[in-house]
């Protein structure tokens, strides 16, 4: 019953026309988004250094009272326990103004039977949604501003990644480079949130999000030279492939360690914070990477520092092999911001619309409010996990085809384009000939490039190479020397 009930409001619920925060953890615009989204766009036109006009100055960390009532979201839970109800907002009758255990970490109720909380609610989290399988608008949904232009934007590059994992996957079989993994199911999850963020928030991605980067400028064939691990390649060869980055596009590179990527969004969020700039760091991140123990470390981080950093899970169903019932019994990955005193919010994530909607919406309160917030995009992976990986061995090809059919969030996307007489076949046709040229040129002239030398191994972590790289690099020196014949020839010595 009292988990029905109000569990607390926002501390800035008086202020922001947004919010209402139920027990159930979702958060829901009030009547609708637009208002809201309408001021971020004006805000947007402003110098990307100064403080939009709708964001509120962040409160520097050294004038912010760490006090317990402070840091605690539950304040208003307290007011009501002082006042005789409890702190889930029933009306109390056993308690009285004097019954309650004064804790440091805040005002707690007693009640004089034996319960135990729920291990979950009885209801599963609601899913946001604003256009459904066919493309329609939901009944009684309220739609983001999305003009023609921005709209027809990411379409096109929700085709273009599209065509480019569909070659670049091609080229990896064909053996012209050593790995890759496809976005195939999560264009929407990509595209939309890079489109709701600004170039200023920094993205930690995992290694499924290479949308992000196409939408902020990345080309063809900077994505083409990471596969290729050729001498034009950023990282020198020294990441495998799809392992992107760029400092100019405040991509940090992807590493492969899963989750490893959360705890340093929550750092940099809490740099952002400190210096009162109005930007956010993002973090993308799988269901699998919610397993991990940097995750809860991340997220526990964010809460008590509040910090503004967007946790984006995209869970689409599946780590590798291990579904998502063998990893977690909790209702998703949604049901644990409430644990850690974090917003939270799920979302249909092959909604292109639903996706800029709470990505914009959830920007602007991590800024104005400077407060972390978790998003959990439900989707699915339709391609193997990697080139590595054969899914037909652990999931069952009628699911895989519902999904990439039935569910594409590109085609869904595109009906709600042509309903809007925004788009039409022969631009179809048009565009997805183009991305084709380009993606083929782009793998075409990164192939052949040469790769970067070995020597390039040892250097750029230290400012002088130590003693133990040289004494490594001596010893590769000597076996490719014995090895001659295995050597790879484009790779210069
Ligand atoms: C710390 C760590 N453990 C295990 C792995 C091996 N690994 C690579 S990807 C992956 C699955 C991740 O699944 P998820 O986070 O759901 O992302 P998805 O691939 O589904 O997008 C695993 C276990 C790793 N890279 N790092
Ligand atoms: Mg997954």
Redesign the pocket.
């Known amino acids: 019953m009292f988990l029905n009930s109000w569990l607390w409001r926002s501390r800035h619920l008086s202020r922001s026309p947004l919010l209402l925060l139920r027990s159930r953890s979702i958060f829901l615009a009030s009547s609708c988004t637009t208002e809201l989204l309408a001021s971020q766009n004006a805000s947007e036109h402003q110098h990307s250094r100064k403080l939009p006009s709708t964001v509120p100055r962040i409160r520097p960390w050294w004038n912010v009272s760490w006090s317990s009532g402070y840091r605690n979201p539950s304040m208003e839970a307290e007011k009501k326990v002082a006042s005789g109800e409890d702190s889930y907002g029933n009306e109390s009758k056993q308690a009285s103004s004097t019954e309650f255990l004064d804790f440091p970490g805040g005002k707690v109720s007693y009640i004089n039977e034996l319960q135990f909380l729920s291990e979950s609610s009885p209801v599963r989290v609601p899913c946001f949604q604003l256009l459904d399988e066919y493309g329609q608008v939901a009944e009684h949904a309220c739609l983001p501003e999305v003009d023609k232009l921005l709209a027809v934007k990411m379409y096109r590059n929700m085709v273009l990644l599209q065509t480019m994992d569909t070659l670049f996957y091609e080229a990896q079989r064909q053996g012209q480079f050593a790995f890759y993994l496809t976005t195939i199911g999560e264009e929407a999850i990509n595209i939309a949130s890079a489109a709701a963020l600004s170039n200023d928030d920094i993205v930690y991605a995992?290694y499924?999000e290479p949308g992000v980067l196409l939408w902020r400028g990345f080309s063809l064939n900077e994505f083409a030279n990471q596969c290729f691990t050729n001498n034009l390649d950023y990282g020198k060869g020294r990441q495998m492939p799809v392992h992107y980055g760029s400092s100019k596009l405040n991509y940090p590179t992807v590493s492969?360690?899963?989750?490893t990527q959360l705890p340093h969004a929550v750092g940099a969020a809490y740099a952002l914070k400190m210096e009162n700039n109005p930007a956010c760091t993002v973090t993308f991140?799988?269901?699998?990477?919610s397993s991990?123990g940097d995750f809860h470390a991340a997220m526990n981080f964010a809460a008590v520092l509040e910090v503004p950093v967007l946790f984006i899970c995209?869970n689409?169903g599946?780590?590798?092999s291990t579904p998502t019932a063998e990893q977690f019994k909790s209702d998703g990955v949604v049901a644990k911001g409430q644990a850690y005193g974090m917003r939270s919010i799920r979302v249909d994530g092959n909604d292109t619309l639903a996706m800029y909607a709470t990505i914009k919406a959830a920007r602007v309160m991590a800024i104005s409010e400077s407060r972390p917030i978790l998003i959990e995009a439900l989707t699915y992976?339709v391609g193997h996990?990697s080139t590595s990986d054969d899914s037909a061995k652990y999931r069952k090809q009628d699911e895989m085809q519902h999904w990439k059919m039935i569910r594409d969030p590109v085609f869904r996307f595109r009906r709600w384009l042509e309903g809007q007489r925004w788009w039409d076949p022969e631009a179809d046709k048009q565009l997805r000939s183009e991305s084709r040229k380009e993606v083929l040129a782009a793998i075409r002239s990164a192939g052949p490039l040469k790769k970067p030398s070995l020597s390039s191994l040892f250097t750029d972590v230290y400012d002088s190479v130590p003693s133990n790289l040289k004494h490594q690099e001596e010893e590769v020196r000597a076996t490719v020397s014995r090895h001659w014949s295995d050597y790879p020839s484009d790779v210069p010595l």
């Open positions: 995992q499924r492969s360690p899963i989750a991140f799988g269901d699998g990477a991990e995209r689409n599946f780590a590798i992976r996990h």
